[in-house]
């Protein structure tokens, strides 16, 4: 393990206000996509789509570095340059997915670990030696009755800390991303204490795995309340003097874009250590603008007083309007590419603190339309 090399490439990937992009769909997740918008689920659209992505005219200019998949970082432009030139000639470091999904947890209902940790170390090491500079690892945690379990957390943070030791003896920065799902109907604060508490155990297990935490990123999601969370009211009692009064409170269901920043920045000032060099947060299936705005109020209100940067590492919020103009329609490429390179620019905006709600009418109505229709 080259130490230097591993802090330097994780600074590289959070440097300049840049962010990552995910565009590491699993063929059965990237097949998915396309079947709902009715684009062949084929290997040749797959790969023409990501060809649209990396040959994004300026994406350098706001993505530090893209996470690629296995079948992904073997692929070729049409005329037969590798993706991973094409990547490497714009400036953005290549990364790979390396898990290889998340599996029912043995003895735990509704619960799931992340697997690939067999094989991993002759993994990283053809990655690595294809000219991979950092990797991905996805665990999810689901929210619900009785859920998280202590043995899920467990389970997950451990496979999480493994597999980031193996990156960093192979000289690559590992992502570690423990993904609190949005799904369900828990509240903000229940988002917070969880996501909390996987932090804990996280940090934990890779300290006693022996991961460099300035080798490292993190990236987690933010703290939201549920897709579900029903509005309800709340009776609280409060003393003012001598008296007790009833105070009704109105929980909504959108809570708004401070409030998540608050508590998404409280929640990961209590649970990461200032070593880290950088925080890039998922982005869960949250409305592509919101995701900015999100990320925009949290580096207005805090950034100046945070030990680590706090950048992003979406995929749904940075590529879902180039999908849905894309189609699957060669004519469509230049104005996916453009719907791309806004949302990109838009982010690294919001990382400088300076995104604003203006900056979406700023594209064409074509973009704009797919944005909107992508809520
Ligand atoms: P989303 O931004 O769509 O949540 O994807 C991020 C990711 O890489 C999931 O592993």
Known sequence: MNAQQLMDTAKALVADD????????????????????????????????????????????????????????????????????????????????????????????????????????????????????????????????GIPSRGCIEANAHALARYAALCQEAGVVPVVEPEVLMDGEHTLERCREVTEQVLRVVFNQLYTQRVMLEGMILKPNMVLPGLTCAQHEDVEE????????????????????????????????????????????????????????????MNVRFASRLPWALAFSFARAIQQPALEIWQGQQANVSSAQKALCHRARCNRAARRGEYTPAMEVEVGPEQHHAAQASH
């Open 238 to 297: 409060v003393a003012i003097g001598e008296q007790q009064y009833q105070v009704r409170l109105t929980c909504r269901q959108q809570e708004d874009v401070n409030e998540v920043a608050d508590a998404t920045v409280r929640c990961l000032l209590q649970a990461v250590p200032a070593a880290v060099p950088g925080i890039a947060f998922l982005s869960g299936g949250q409305p592509n603008e919101l995701a900015s705005a999100r990320l925009n109020a």
């Open 18 to 145: 840049k962010g990552l992009l995910a565009m590491d769909e699993s063929t059965p997740t990237c097949n998915k996509r396309f079947a709902r918008l009715g684009i062949p689920q084929t290997e040749e659209a797959r790969r023409a789509y990501r060809e649209l992505i990396v040959t994004t005219p300026g994406l350098g200019e706001s993505i530090s570095g893209v996470i690629l998949y296995d079948e992904t970082i073997r692929q070729k432009k049409e005329d037969g340059t590798p993706f991973l030139k094409v990547i490497t000639d714009a400036g953005i470091i290549p990364g790979i997915k390396v898990d290889t999904g998340a599996k029912a947890l043995a003895g735990h209902h509704g619960e799931k670990v992340t697997e690939g940790l067999d094989g991993l170390r002759g993994r990283l090491a053809e990655y690595s030696q294809m000219g991979a500079r950092f990797a991905k690892w996805r665990a999810v945690i689901a929210v619900g009755d």
